[in-house]
Antibody
Framework: EVQLVESGGGLVQPGGSLRLSCAAS????????MSWVRRAPGKGLEWVAN????????YYVDSVKGRFTISRDNAKNSLSLQMNSLRAEDTAVYYC?????????WGQGALVTVSS | SYELTQPPSVSVSPGRTARITCSGE??????AYWYQQKSGQAPVLVIY???KRPSGIPERFSGSSSGTMATLTISGAQVEDEADYYC??????????FGGGTKLTVL
C-alpha cells in the first residue's frame, strides 16, 4: 500500500523558514516523480513544485521560484521542501504526491501558517 | 503562464449525468488528469491520461478529450460524488497546473 506522510508543518512568522518532509513507502520511490501541491484557505489546488525520479529535473510555480527548494533522497525514500522568505500567501495545507505522469497518490497534508 | 479553465460550479440531480469541462491550449498534446477532493480530505485521482480510470474508482466516472477541451463525466451521479473536482496537466516546459476547480452539487 502506498503511503506518503508529511511532517514539518507549523506556524512561522513572515520572512521565516520551514522545511517540510515526506516519508514514502509501499512503492519504488526512485522510479516516481514527486510533487508538492498546496491548497490555501478558500482557494483551489495549486501545484508548487516537482522533481524527476532521479532528481535531475526540478520545476517550480513562478510564485515560489528563488524561495522554495525541492529535493529528494532516494536512499531514504524521502522528499523535502525547503521554504524560505515565507509570506502570508504561502499559508496552506501542503500535500506530498507521487506519480508516473501526474500525481497518482497523495499524503494527508501538512498545515503551514505564516502569520505574525 | 499556462492555464486550465473550469466552470466554478455544476449541479446535477441524483442519478443524472454530470459533465465537468477543462479547457487548455496544450490539449491534446498533453494529457488531462482529474482529481476529486472532499472537504477535509486529500485529493483522489479519478481519471488519468485523459480516459483511464484507476482501480477502485467506480465505472460511472469517465474521461474524454477533444481538441482543447477535456471532460469528466459522472454517469448516474450519487450524493457521495458531491465534491470539488480539479483537472491537471503540464505544459511543454515541464510546468504543471491545476484548473481552478469545480464544485459539484448533487441534489
Amino acid at each position: 500500500e502506498v503511503q506518503l506522510v508529511e511532517s514539518g508543518g507549523g506556524l512561522v512568522q513572515p520572512g521565516g523558514s520551514l522545511r517540510l518532509s515526506c516519508a514514502a513507502s509501499g512503492f519504488t520511490f526512485s522510479s516516481y516523480w514527486m510533487s508538492w501541491v498546496r491548497r490555501a484557505p478558500g482557494k483551489g489546488l495549486e501545484w508548487v513544485a516537482n522533481i524527476k525520479h532521479d532528481g535531475s529535473e526540478k520545476y517550480y510555480v513562478d510564485s515560489v521560484k528563488g524561495r522554495f527548494t525541492i529535493s529528494r533522497d532516494n536512499a531514504k525514500n524521502s522528499l523535502s521542501l525547503q521554504m524560505n522568505s515565507l509570506r502570508a500567501e504561502d499559508t496552506a495545507v501542503y500535500y506530498c504526491a507521487c506519480g508516473l505522469g501526474g500525481p497518482d497518490y497523495w499524503g494527508q497534508g501538512a498545515l503551514v501558517t505564516v502569520s505574525s | 503562464s499556462y492555464e486550465l479553465t473550469q466552470p466554478p460550479s455544476v449541479s446535477v440531480s441524483p442519478g443524472r449525468t454530470a459533465r465537468i469541462t477543462c479547457s487548455g491550449e496544450a490539449f491534446p498534446k498533453t494529457y488531462a488528469y482529474w482529481y476529486q477532493q472532499k472537504s477535509g480530505q486529500a485529493p483522489v485521482l479519478v481519471i488519468y491520461e485523459d480516459t483511464k480510470r484507476p482501480s477502485g474508482i467506480p465505472e460511472r466516472f469517465s474521461g474524454s478529450s477533444s481538441g482543447t477541451m477535456a471532460t469528466l463525466t459522472i454517469s448516474g451521479a450519487q450524493v457521495e460524488d458531491e465534491a470539488d473536482y480539479y483537472c491537471y496537466s503540464t505544459d511543454s516546459s515541464g510546468n504543471s497546473v491545476f484548473g481552478g476547480g469545480t464544485k459539484l452539487t448533487v441534489l
